[in-house]
């Protein structure tokens, strides 16, 4: 019987290809514990939905107009881990405050194209000289790589999708968490 504060929508990561909407289950319980109602989803990416559809940002537009119909007198929010911080850094960019009224990306991949970078260096063997202090084995940056390029395909849409994230097109509160060390999100 708490009162709800606020709503959000639990964008989960996974490497722009995995997670569905049972991933990150602390995160929302967390969430739901200080009084949010909490929407997790399973949507749409990879392989089976590339960047250039636009098929992964549909999906999730459905779920914001779900969740901002369902509990319309609350602040709606967005949060999202890893690939999930990117996309709701992006929607809280396309959508703007009057459906979005904060942001909390959770150690999101706000630029792929970096990452990618970041990848590739790990895979030739160069992460350290090229000044990464913690990076993965050229195994895993090849399997994360792959998975990525299955939803981006390429390096100029990655690029975009930075570069699109970097001019604040409107003013949303917005809380960035990001961890000390993190092998995914350099």
């Known amino acids: 019987n708490t009162p709800i504060r606020a709503a959000v929508f639990f964008i989960h990561g996974g490497i722009f290809s995995f997670g569905d909407c049972h991933s990150h289950p602390i995160i929302a319980h ?28 549909r999906d999730l537009r459905d779920v914001v107009d779900f969740v901002r119909g369902k509990w319309k007198d609350v602040p709606f929010g967005l949060v999202g881990s890893s690939s999930g911080g990117f996309f709701a850094l992006s929607l809280s960019q396309t959508l703007g405050p009057s459906i979005i009224s904060f ?11 970096k990452r990618a970078t970041y990848l590739r260096s790990c895979i030739s063997g160069n992460a350290q000289s090229d000044g990464y202090k913690h990076f ?3 195994e895993k940056a090849a399997f994360i790589l792959e998975k990525q390029l299955g939803f981006w395909l390429d390096d100029e849409s990655m690029m975009e999708a930075g570069e699109s994230l970097k001019s604040k097109t409107h003013d949303i509160p917005t809380l960035l968490i990001m961890g000390s060390v993190d092998k995914n999100v350099p």
């Open 136 to 138: 993965h084995d050229p």
């Open 103 to 113: 942001c909390i990306p959770i150690c999101p991949v706000a630029h792929p194209l």
């Open 30 to 57: 967390a969430l739901t514990n200080m009084g949010l109602a909490v929407v997790t989803a399973s949507f749409r990416n990879g392989e089976e939905a590339p960047h250039r559809t636009n098929i992964t940002m």
